[in-house]
C-alpha cells in the first residue's frame, strides 16, 4: 500500500494539487462550480475544469474525469497547445486511479508528444515520472526505472530541487519493490533532506514512512515505528487522508508483528475506512490482507478466507499483479493452517510465479519459506529443504530478517528428520538468533519505554500525596478560624432564618394563586390537544388513503410490467430447459429480462437498469420497447450492433447531452444471439458478463477468465465496460462468438445477487461465491438450480434488507 500510495501522491505533487486534493473540500467544489456558471472566457473555464477535476480525484472519478474532457475539449478549440498537453496528464491521473493503466498510458504518451513539441522540458519531465508509476504499478520495475531516471536528469538540469526530492521516492520505492532497501533507503535519506530544506512538510511526511517501512522490511520495528508515528503527526497536520491511511496501515502491521493483534486490527480498520471512504481501492485490498492475516492468526479461517478473497477480486479488477500475487500467498497461509497441504502448494506457487515476474524479492524469499513448510508438513523432506535454501540466500541478499527466521526453523527441523543433527544445529541456531533480534530487542525497547511511564506516574502520585499533606494542615488553620467566628455567625444566621420564614410564607401564598391560575390554563389546553387530536388522526385517514391508492398504482404497474416480460408458456417454447430467477426489491423491478427468435436465431437478454422501484421500472419498460423494435420489426441479430442501436435510442428517449451535471440514466445488459441449430453464440455486453459452464475435459473457450472444480469450468466472457446510456467512452461493442457444445450451461444475470448483504459478518455475497453456487450445481435440473439460488440469498441474507433487484437466468443447451 505504502508504495501505491506515495505514487499515485507523487503525481499529485507533479500537478501543483496540495493535500487538500485528499479532503472532501465541499466548499471548495461549490466555489469552483460557482466560478464556472459566471465565467465566459474559455482559458479560464479550462482552468477550473481542471481544478475541480483534480479536487475530484479521491472522492468522485466519474466526475472528475468529465470534468478533464470537458476541459480537454476546450483547449482544442481553442489551439491551446500547454493546457491540452496539461488535461492529458490529469486524464492519465485518473485513469491509473481507476485501474485503467493502458488508457492511462495513452493518454501520458499524448502529452509527452506534445510537450516535446512546445519543448517544455518541465512538462517532459512530468510524462516521463507519471509513466514511470505506472509501469512501476504494472510490476515492469526496469522501464519505471529508466523512466524515473530520465526525469531525474531533466530536473537536475533545471535545478528544481522539488522534482528531484520526488523522483528520489519514486526511484527508492522501485528499489523497495525489488527488496533493493539499501538503495532504497539511500534514495529516501536523500530526499528526505531535500524536503527538509525546503519546509516541504508533505515530502518530509513520505519520506518518514518510507524509511520506516524499510526498517519494518528489515525486521527493525522499534525504529519502523518511531518514523511512521512522526510521518503520522505531520499528515494529521496537514490533514492528508490517504496519508493518514498508509501510516494506520504500516502502524498496524508493526503491532501485528509484534503480536498486539487488538491494536493491530483496530488500526487496520480504521485505514480500510478511509480507504474506502476514497475510493481507493489498491488501499482496501491491502487492509484486507492485513485484517484477514489477523484473522488468520486467530484461527477464524473462514474470516481469513473471506477477506483475502474478497483482496484478490479487488486487485484482478485493477489489475494489480502485485496484489493478486500478496492476496494468492496469503490464501497459502490459510490452507497451511488448516492442513491442506495440496491447497496451500497450489496457491503459493501461483503468488511465485507472479512475484517472480515482476521480481518481488521479498515475496518472492516469503513464497519460498512457506513452499518449504508445505512440503515439511507432507514429510517431503528434500523438497522443504530446497525451497528453504532459496529462501535463505534471497533474504540474507535483501536483509529480510523474517524470512531468514522461517527458512531457517524449517531447515532446522528438515535435517533433524533426516538424522543431519550438525545441519539442523546450524540452523536452530540462525533461527534463534534472528528470532530473537525481531522480538528481544522490540520487546526491550518496549519495557524501557513502560519503566519510563511507570516512573512518571510514580513521580505524579508523590507529588500528589505532597499536595495532600498541605491541605490538610490548611484545613486545620481553617477550623481554628471557624471557631473563632462561630459565635457571631450563629446570631447573624437566627436572625436571617426568622426574615427567610417571612419571606417563603409570602411566596408561598402567591405561588398557590399562580397554581390555581395554570390549572385553568391546563384544562383549557387539553381542550384544544384533543380538537388537534382529531384533525390529526382526520389527516392520518386521508394520507394512508392516498397511500393505498399509490400502493394499488404502482401494484397494476407491476401487472404491466409482467404483461411485458417473455411469459413461460414463450420461454419454455424457445429455451427448452432454462429457468429464471427474478426477485424484484420493490413491488416493480428495474431488472429485466427478454428474449424472441428471429431469423432461426433465439435472443435472450438479462438487463439492469439505473435505480429499482418506480424509476427502474420505467426505463425497464422503455428497455423492452426499442428491443422489440431493434429485433422483431429491424430483423437485427448481431448482438454488438443491438446494442449500439439500444444506446442511442436510449440516449434520444432521454434527451442526454452528455452536459456537465446532467443525469446519466441507462443500463446495463447482458445480450446473446443462439442458433440451437448449428449450436452458435453470439454475445455483446454493457458493463456486464457471460458465464458459460462445460464440462473440464471438453475443448476450452478462449476470451474468458476460468474458475474452475473438479469437474467443470466455469468461463467468465466480459462486456465491455460501457453502459447503454452517454458515457465518455462510446466505441462500438464487442462481439464475441462460440460453438456450443452439448450439456453447457449459459448464465445471464444483474449485479443485485453478488451484492447483496448478509452472513455472519454482513459482508456482500461476492461474485467468486456466486461462481462456486452455480460450479457446484451445474449438473442439476434447472428448475432445482433456481431453487438452491433462491434458498442460498435467502439463508445469505440473515435479516439483512434487499439491497437491489435480483436477476439470474440460466439455460442449458
Known sequence: MVYKFFLLLSIIIFNTVTPSTFAQNQKKIDSLEFLLKESSEDSVKINLHIQLSETLFYTDTKLAEINANLALNLSKLNNYSYKTATCYITLGIIK???????????????????????????????????????YETQGDYSKALEHYERSLIIDTEL???????????????????????????????????????????????????????????????????????????INEELNDRSGISVCLNNIGTVHQHLANNTIAIKYYKKSLKIDAELGDHSGQAISLNNIGEIELSQKDYEGALESFTQAILISQEIEDLSG?????????????????????????????KLHLEIEEDAFIANDYAKIGQAYFDLEKYEKAISYSFKAI???????????????????????????????????????????????????????????????????????????????????????QQIRSIALIGGFI?????????????????????????????????????????????????????????????????????????????????????????????NIVSGDFYWTTEIEERTIVAAADCTGHGVPGAFMSMLGVSFLNEIVNKEYITHPGVILRRLRKDIINALQQKGEFGEQRDGMDIALCSIDFKNMDLQFSGANNPLYIIRDKNKTP??????????????????????????????????????????????????????????GLRGKKFMSSNFKDLLLANCNKPMNNQSKIIDDTINNWQNGYEQVDDILVIGIKI
Not at 527488496?179 to 513520505?206: C, F, H, M, P, W
Open 324 to 352: 493478486i500475487a500478496r492476496s494468492a500467498s496469503l490464501l497459502g497461509s490459510v490452507y497451511l493452517e488448516k492442513k491442506e497441504f495440496s491447497n496451500a502448494i497450489k496457491q503459493l506457487e501461483k503468488a511465485l
Open 96 to 134: 491509473e486511479i481507476q485501474g485503467n493503466y493502458s488508457e492511462a498510458l495513452d493518454y501520458l504518451d499524448k502529452s509527452l508528444k506534445i510537450e516535446k513539441t512546445l519543448g517544455n522540458k518541465k512538462g517532459i519531465s512530468r510524462c516521463l515520472n507519471n509513466m514511470g508509476i505506472l
Open 701 to 758: 473457450i478462449d476470451h474468458s477468465i476460468i474458475t474452475e472444480n473438479d469437474n467443470n469450468v466455469l468461463y467468465e466472457i466480459k462486456g465491455d465496460r460501457m453502459p447503454i446510456a452517454i458515457n465518455e467512452k462510446m466505441d462500438r461493442f464487442k462481439m464475441y462468438e462460440f460453438k456450443l457444445l452439448k450439456g453447457d450451461c449459459l448464465y445471464l444475470f444483474s449485479d443485485g445477487y453478488q451484492d447483496q448483504f448478509g
Open 493 to 585: 444566621a437566627i436572625s436571617v432564618i426568622i426574615v427567610l420564614i417571612i419571606i417563603g410564607y409570602m411566596r408561598i401564598r402567591k405561588a398557590n394563586e399562580v397554581i390555581t391560575y395554570q390549572k385553568e390554563e391546563i384544562i383549557e389546553s387539553n381542550e384544544e390537544l384533543n380538537q388537534t387530536n382529531e384533525e390529526l388522526r382526520t389527516t392520518m385517514e386521508t394520507i394512508n388513503k392516498q397511500k393505498q391508492e399509490i400502493t394499488d398504482s404502482i401494484h397494476y404497474a407491476k401487472y404491466i410490467q409482467n404483461a411485458i416480460l417473455p411469459r413461460k408458456e414463450k420461454r419454455d417454447k424457445l429455451l427448452s430447459k432454462h429457468f429464471v430467477y427474478f426477485k424484484p426489491k
Open 159 to 233: 535545478n528544481d530541487k522539488h522534482g528531484i526530492a520526488i523522483c528520489l521516492i519514486n526511484i527508492g520505492g522501485t528499489y523497495d519493490c525489488l527488496g533493493e532497501y539499501s538503495k532504497a533507503l539511500e534514495q529516501y535519506e536523500r530526499s528526505l533532506k531535500i524536503s527538509t530544506e525546503l519546509n516541504d512538510n508533505l515530502g518530509v511526511a513520505i519520506n518518514l514512512n518510507n524509511i520506516g517501512e524499510i526498517n519494518r522490511l528489515r525486521g527493525n520495528y522499534v525504529k519502523a515505528l518511531e518514523y511512521y508515528e512522526k510521518s503520522l503527526k
Open 393 to 479: 540466500n534471497i533474504s540474507k541478499k535483501i536483509g529480510s530478517k523474517e524470512n531468514t527466521r522461517l527458512a531457517s526453523k524449517v531447515l532446522s527441523q528438515s535435517f533433524e528428520q533426516q538424522q543431519k543433527f550438525k545441519e539442523a544445529y546450524k540452523y536452530l541456531l540462525l533461527f534463534k538468533e534472528t528470532h530473537d533480534s525481531i522480538f528481544t530487542i522490540a520487546s526491550k525497547e518496549q519495557l524501557t519505554n513502560l519503566e519510563t511511564r511507570f516512573d512518571l506516574e510514580r513521580k505524579e502520585k508523590q507529588i500528589e500525596l505532597q499536595q495532600t499533606q498541605l491541605d490538610k494542615q490548611d484545613v486545620k488553620i481553617q477550623k
